[in-house]
């Protein structure tokens, strides 16, 4: 990979990355994407897969949660996940015209692959959306369902391509291009390395927003903006192979919006920041022989003078997520779309410039 902001030598935080940066980092995640670019009509989208482990989610779940920061938007699945606990299905990401068909495949591709799928029980999906229709003609229904087919089938578990890929294709980032960025830290616990890997499709803020490691960049790049201004989203999908049960999980999906903070979204009106979070410490089967099931946790709740694990835990979480977004304006290239409109990349050089600048505190 290419294009990332630490190639630059802007690191959010002073936790260390994973080998990759990636939510692949955490081992068994899988992450594939299919890119949709058309001109007649013009569409501007595609679809990001995310796999929680190598084998079969329906039969073999993991303790998951989901957290919203604002809801104007949609994931699919999330109430049961509430329910239950748990992730039964891969994490499909895609434009908000297209969650039905990414829906209707997803659930035909593992059922290809599972006849138990639709017959012993039902599959729920879990698809989530950002608006493109910036660039893309939403109303020309330009993702087809071989798209969300490559998506699944294409994912694995090596670097993970960002900015205008997949999902990320048709997205804007504080009124710059955007689209999918991803990062990872090592934490150690109790003489044990553990991985927590974010990856967000970015859609979000404004330009006077933008921050970049506490620097209010946007406020002097003003140029290089759309014609106007539209409402995004960021889904963001966090993976760790920390033993966390569904509560912990949730407290881990909140502070995904904590790391969106530090890039200066504010969460606006019409955007929706929707997280879902899970642990691939523990598969939990659809039958067992036995009615108990053995499950390990990390201790929380800890006298405050011995200090608790998971504010390592969260700090990691805030560092990866601030970095995702970081990312996926350094991946991200000026494209055009419907009626000529233009989403310009973050111009690198100039702010690197604006960080470099000396300032003075107060």
């Known amino acids: 990979m290419t294009g990332r902001a630490r190639d630059d030598g802007v690191v959010a935080g002073r936790l260390a990355p994973g080998p990759?940066?990636?939510?692949?980092?955490?081992?068994?995640?899988?992450?594939?994407?299919?890119?949709?670019?058309?001109?007649?009509?013009?569409?501007?989208?595609?679809?990001?897969?995310?796999?929680?482990?190598?084998?079969?989610?329906?039969?073999?779940?993991?303790?998951?949660?989901?957290?919203?920061?604002?809801?104007?938007?949609?994931?699919?699945?999330?109430?049961?996940?509430?329910?239950?606990?748990?992730?039964?299905?891969?994490?499909?990401?895609?434009?908000?015209?297209?969650?039905?068909?990414?829906?209707?495949?997803?659930?035909?591709?593992?059922?290809?692959?599972?006849?138990?799928?639709?017959?012993?029980?039902?599959?729920?999906?879990?698809?989530?959306?950002?608006?493109?229709?910036?660039?893309?003609?939403?109303?020309?229904?330009?993702?087809?369902?071989?798209?969300?087919?490559?998506?699944?089938?294409?994912?694995?578990?090596?670097?993970?391509?960002?900015?205008?890929?997949?999902?990320?294709?048709?997205?804007?980032?504080?009124?710059?291009?955007?689209?999918?960025?991803?990062?990872?830290r090592v934490i150690e616990l109790g003489g044990e390395p553990f991985t927590v890997g974010v990856l967000l499709l970015c859609n979000h803020g404004t330009r006077e927003q933008l921050h970049v490691l506490g620097v209010p960049v946007g406020r002097e790049l003003g140029d290089l903006l759309p014609e106007h201004h539209r409402e995004g989203s960021c889904i963001g999908v966090l993976a760790t192979d920390l033993p966390l049960h569904p509560a912990q999980l949730r407290r881990l999906a909140k502070r995904i919006g904590l790391g969106l903070a530090r890039g200066g979204a504010v969460a606006n009106d019409g955007s929706g920041e929707l997280f879902v979070a899970f642990s691939t410490a523990r598969r939990i089967p659809r039958s067992t022989e036995r009615l108990r099931f053995p499950v390990e946790t990390i201790v929380e709740g800890q006298f405050w003078r011995e200090g608790s694990p998971l504010d390592l835990v969260f700090e990691a979480v805030a560092e990866a997520t601030e970095e995702a977004v970081l990312n996926a304006l350094w991946a991200a290239e000026t494209l055009s779309g419907r009626d000529g409109r233009v989403l310009h990349a973050l111009p690198v050089d100039r702010t690197l410039a604006l960080l470099r600048r000396p300032r003075i505190g107060l």
């Open 20 to 184: 990759l940066n990636a939510i692949t980092d955490v081992a068994g995640v899988l992450v594939g994407h299919a890119t949709v670019i058309r001109d007649d009509p013009v569409v501007r989208s595609g679809v990001t897969a995310i796999w929680p482990h190598a084998g079969n989610p329906f039969r073999e779940r993991l303790y998951a949660a989901v957290e919203s920061l604002n809801g104007y938007g949609e994931l699919t699945g999330s109430r049961v996940i509430d329910e239950w606990g748990l992730l039964g299905s891969p994490i499909v990401l895609t434009d908000t015209a297209h969650v039905g068909i990414a829906y209707t495949a997803t659930v035909r591709h593992l059922g290809e692959a599972d006849p138990g799928v639709g017959d012993v029980d039902v599959l729920i999906p879990v698809i989530g959306e950002c608006d493109a229709g910036f660039l893309s003609d939403n109303r020309a229904f330009g993702v087809v369902e071989a798209d969300v087919r490559d998506a699944l089938a294409s994912a694995t578990a090596g670097p993970v391509r960002e900015g205008n890929t997949g999902a990320g294709t048709g997205m804007q980032l504080f009124d710059f291009k955007g689209g999918i960025g991803t990062a990872s």
